[in-house]
């Protein structure tokens, strides 16, 4: 069994390699990697109110005003009036939005199928059971 400290290495080492990938991806898309995980969440959950996209990014929501300002003039998602709470905004992909967000979800998926290919179902199996538990204790 390995140590802690080696466990907290290898971990570290799969976050640095999966950041530098994805920063790789993201930057010829002239979109920032924070403009690009606000994407991929909507993509993933739907329309979501300001506050609960802040959540799920783990920033505030003025910070996140600014990101989606942007994203919102280049025509990738828009901001409606909250039918619930008036004092409140629902983001949502745009169509444009929909394209960049099923775009990116295919290099995930290619890069996963690369990285996985020589396990056993099984094994893959494991290793998402294994993911899975580790980030809920995030």
Not at 101 to 124: G, I, N, R, W
Request: hydrophobic residues 35%.
């Amino acid at each position: 069994m390995q140590d802690i400290q080696s466990l907290s290495h290898i971990i570290v080492e799969f976050y640095e390699k999966l950041s530098s990938w994805e920063n790789a991806i993201v930057e010829g898309s002239g979109l920032s990697l924070p403009h690009m995980h606000a994407i991929e969440i909507l993509g993933t959950n739907g329309p979501l109110k300001m506050k609960e996209l802040a959540e799920k990014i783990g920033i505030t929501t003025g910070t996140l005003t600014v990101t989606i300002d942007k994203l919102e003039k280049k025509g990738i998602v828009s901001r409606k009036s909250n039918p619930a709470d008036r004092r409140s905004f629902v983001i949502e992909l745009t169509q444009q939005g929909k394209e960049i967000q099923q775009e990116h979800s295919q290099y995930h998926l290619q890069l996963t199928a690369e990285c996985t290919a020589d396990f056993t179902e099984s094994e893959k199996e494991q290793f998402f059971s294994l993911i899975r538990n580790f980030i809920q204790h995030i």
